[in-house]
């Protein structure tokens, strides 16, 4: 038997056990086994259906967990859903079973949230941008060198003055902040046909995409740029098509959404990160006896754990698969990282304004800015 025709019947068994898990209304374990590679056995994808069966039976709470991203992508952008749902299961001794809903099914960003909110799903990952509609002081994150490498929003995000500060606004607006997810921070990254940009002198002249956030318009504006908001999905034909030069997520974002044919040079300039959380809706979790509810919790917690040793090598293969495509990276020595911050660092006084209105006072934003700066308990590894 050929290779080729050994892979078209691999491929065959793996289609048909999903479309056969699928259509029996076992959708969650069809992923589970096709995440595992277990669909081209019958075996065993009637096994992990079964499993699944048994463990979604014996539960005594379900929790939907809706991402925007599939079940693969964390080899390169580490969400990490998949240790989620198991951890959650594991650490509540099976008294919640988790159905997953990834890759967009039930919406992504802001719906997302606005989902669990409402209750209609149970927990859900999204930005912490998308956050900032129901408590403003998150969207302090998108203060350029604030907490932009991967060691200072963990600092903040882990901190006891984030929790005292930020926690309890989450909470005010029906929410549970379950874990904060480290990606990477966003980057500068340069279409086809275009030069590295290494200082703010190179930004002169570019047309640099920015979502609607008004701090990341203004501190690209700071920097030389020329601020083009463009909505998410039209993004990868404004790059193509220049009316974009630029845009900022982070490299294992470039891609999971399919970036690496369209660019050239990406830069880490280390100036925001691209960061996301697990919330749970905050009445649902409150009903839940107690020791479900300290389960749920420290499987957040180890969760968070994988997910900070995941960054590095989820980093190495996104940047692995972009340079196939003739994509080149660029690193900043600290002269070089500083003019940058000289150029548009949340240290400026431009920025007081957003810091007072997003945290309530100075006195507030200090006490955040020392949690940034301070090494908290865990350690992750920086670009």
């Given at each position: 038997m050929t290779f080729e025709k050994k892979d078209n019947e691999i491929k065959s068994a793996e289609r048909r056990n999903f479309l056969k898990l699928s259509a029996s209304g076992g959708f969650t374990a069809a992923?589970?086994?096709?995440?595992?590679?277990?669909?081209?056995?019958?075996?065993?994808?009637?096994?992990?259906?079964?499993?699944?069966?048994?463990?979604?039976?014996?539960?005594?709470?379900i929790m939907t967990l809706a991402t925007a991203y599939v079940l693969g992508a964390s080899r390169s952008y580490p969400i990490m859903q998949l240790d989620l749902k198991e951890n959650i299961q594991n650490l509540t001794n099976g008294k919640v079973y988790v159905r997953l809903a990834p890759g967009g099914q039930l919406g992504a960003g802001g719906a997302l949230a606005q989902a669990v909110q409402t209750g209609t799903i149970q927990c859900a990952q999204h930005s912490l941008a998308n956050f900032a509609p129901y408590a403003s002081v998150v969207d302090l994150i998108n203060l350029p060198y604030f907490c932009g490498s991967n060691q200072r929003f963990t600092n903040l995000t882990s901190s006891q003055a984030w929790k005292n500060e930020v926690n309890p606004k989450i909470a005010a607006s029906g929410f549970k902040a379950l874990f904060y997810i480290n990606i990477d921070p966003r980057v500068v990254a340069v279409r086809k046909g275009g030069n590295a940009i290494l200082t703010p002198d190179d930004m002169a002249g570019i047309k640099f995409r920015v979502p609607g956030s008004a701090m990341l318009q203004q501190y690209y504006r700071m920097v030389g740029a020329?601020?083009?908001?463009?909505?998410?999905?039209?993004?990868?034909?404004?790059?193509?098509?220049?009316?974009?030069?630029?845009?900022?997520?982070?490299?294992?974002?470039?891609?999971?959404?399919?970036?690496?044919?369209?660019?050239?040079?990406?830069?880490?300039?280390?100036?925001?990160?691209?960061?996301?959380?697990?919330?749970?809706?905050l009445e649902w979790f409150e009903s839940l006896p107690k020791d479900v509810q300290e389960g749920i919790e420290f499987a957040g917690e180890i969760t968070s754990a994988q997910n900070l040793s995941k960054v590095p090598a989820a980093r190495a293969y996104a940047m692995s698969e972009l340079s196939k495509n003739g994509v080149k990276f660029h690193s900043l020595n600290q002269d070089q990282l500083g003019a940058w911050k000289d150029a548009g660092g949340y240290q400026r006084s431009e920025w007081d304004q957003?810091?007072?209105?997003?945290?309530?006072?100075?006195?507030v934003f200090n006490k955040l800015d020392e949690a940034a700066g301070t090494m908290g308990r865990y350690y992750v590894h920086d670009a």
């Open positions: 992923m589970v086994a096709g995440a595992a590679g277990m669909l081209w056995s019958d075996e065993l994808a009637a096994q992990t259906a079964q499993e699944e069966r048994d463990r979604q039976k014996s539960a005594d709470h020329n601020p083009t908001p463009v909505a998410w999905g039209e993004t990868p034909s404004a790059i193509r098509q220049g009316v974009a030069d630029a845009l900022d997520p982070s490299v294992g974002a470039l891609h999971v959404f399919g970036f690496g044919e369209i660019l050239s040079n990406v830069t880490f300039t280390q100036a925001v990160p691209d960061s996301q959380v697990y919330s749970i809706n957003f810091k007072t209105d997003l945290a309530g006072s100075m006195d």
